[in-house]
């Protein structure tokens, strides 16, 4: 069973910054997309950063030029770094990925961290 677990989130005022981690454990061969989404109360989840297998990185609109992901493609973490962050990031966050537990696999599993609380207020 692959699972995904996630650490580094917290309370952080407005103009400050926040490095999340992801790491996965289990049987992994592979992994495809890496990403983190987030979700605010009473508001649906949202993509916040992806990573995928050859490295390109796409963002929402409105962390572009704060937020930054990375990888560890042999570790099978994840990472985002968050700057300048606003209360409006406040949110649960969570980590996703697309995991091959052997060879042979037909297509990816996806699996879900169990999201970590950032709250960003003064």
């Known amino acids: 069973q692959i699972q995904l677990v996630e650490s580094g989130g917290g309370l952080v005022q407005p103009g400050g910054s926040l490095r999340l981690s992801c790491a996965a454990s289990g049987t992994i061969f592979s992994s495809s997309d890496m990403a983190w989404y987030r979700q605010a109360p009473g508001k649906q989840r949202e993509l916040v950063a992806r990573m995928t297998r050859d490295g390109s990185a796409n963002y929402e609109d409105s962390v572009k030029a704060r937020f930054f992901i990375s990888r560890d493609y042999a570790r099978h973490t994840v990472h985002l770094q968050m700057n300048s962050l606003k209360p409006e990031d406040t949110a649960v966050y969570y980590c996703?990925?697309?995991?091959?537990?052997?060879?042979?696999?037909?297509?990816?599993?996806?699996?879900w961290g169990q999201g970590t609380l950032v709250t960003v207020s003064s």
């Open positions: 996703n990925g697309q995991f091959a537990p052997w060879r042979n696999y037909k297509g990816y599993l996806e699996v």
